[in-house]
T-cell receptor, first 115, second 113 residues
Framework: KAGVTQTPRYLIKTRGQQVTLSCSPI?????VSWYQQTPGQGLQFLFE???????NKGNFPGRFSGRQFSNSRSEMNVSTLELGDSALYLC??????????????FGPGTRLTVL | GNSVTQMEGPVTLSEEAFLTINCTYT??????LFWYVQYPGEGLQLLLK?????DKGSNKGFEATYRKETTSFHLEKGSVQVSDSAVYFC????????????FGKGTRLSVIA
């Protein structure tokens, strides 16, 4: 079974631009979560989608948004990029998060560099 | 709220040494506990998990036991290899489910030949 895929793997943008990242979950998984990883803050939760609905949201500004499509693929968008948005963005999929025993499987990440 | 505390790194060991990475947690109820590993330039891979007290998760020679009485989930391996060099993250999922994973800050392990 194919794992979680994320595209693109690397991105370089300049301040003020916007960016869209894509995530394709494992087949059959309906929950997709996004995390930001930086050396200073570690892994921080952005949001989670389940069946096209945002179910949880982390403490990030409104510049960060996401959506999920009917095939469970998800995108996240960051508008008006700032230098501090440079990070590894990780996507994780799971069958559902309604049970604590559910396991999240991560993709390889998208490395975003903002100049 | 829920939280995970990991021992600070980096940890440097010689090949074949014994590894312990401490992890303690704060949570209500009975969370599920996970260890993830991140190799350079890659995403997180699930290493092992335990979903109830006294469960032992194991994979690739790594083990961790869910200790409810000490709220701990320490990662151990009897003989590390250079290929084990990576960053290790302890994480929990709350017993209520439907909430995101809570991660520790990660522990970087370097194994030298």
């Amino acid at each position: 079974k194919a794992g979680v895929t994320q595209t693109p793997r690397y991105l370089i943008k300049t301040r003020g631009q916007q960016v869209t990242l894509s995530c394709s979950p494992i087949s059959g998984h309906r929950s997709v979560s996004w995390y930001q990883q930086t050396p200073g803050q570690g892994l921080q939760f952005l949001f989670e989608y389940f069946s096209e609905t945002q179910r949880n949201k982390g403490n990030f500004p409104g510049r960060f948004s996401g959506r999920q499509f009917s095939n469970s693929r998800s995108e996240m968008n960051v508008s008006t990029l700032e230098l501090g948005d440079s990070a590894l963005y990780l996507c994780a999929s799971s069958l559902r998060l309604a049970e604590s025993t559910d396991t999240q499987y991560f993709g390889p990440g998208t490395r975003l560099t903002v100049l | 709220g829920n939280s995970v505390t990991q021992m600070e790194g980096p940890v440097t060991l010689s090949e074949e040494a014994f590894l312990t990475i401490n992890c303690t947690y704060t949570a209500t109820g009975y969370p599920s506990l996970f260890w993830y590993v991140q190799y350079p330039g890659e995403g997180l891979q699930l290493l092992l998990k335990a979903t109830k007290a006294d469960d032992k998760g194991s994979n690739k020679g790594f083990e961790a036991t869910y200790r409810k009485e000490t709220t701990s989930f320490h990662l151990e391996k009897g003989s590390v290899q250079v290929s084990d060099s990576a960053v290790y993250f302890c994480a929990l999922s709350s017993s209520s489910g439907n909430t995101p994973l809570v991660f520790g800050k990660g522990t970087r392990l370097s194994v030298i030949a």
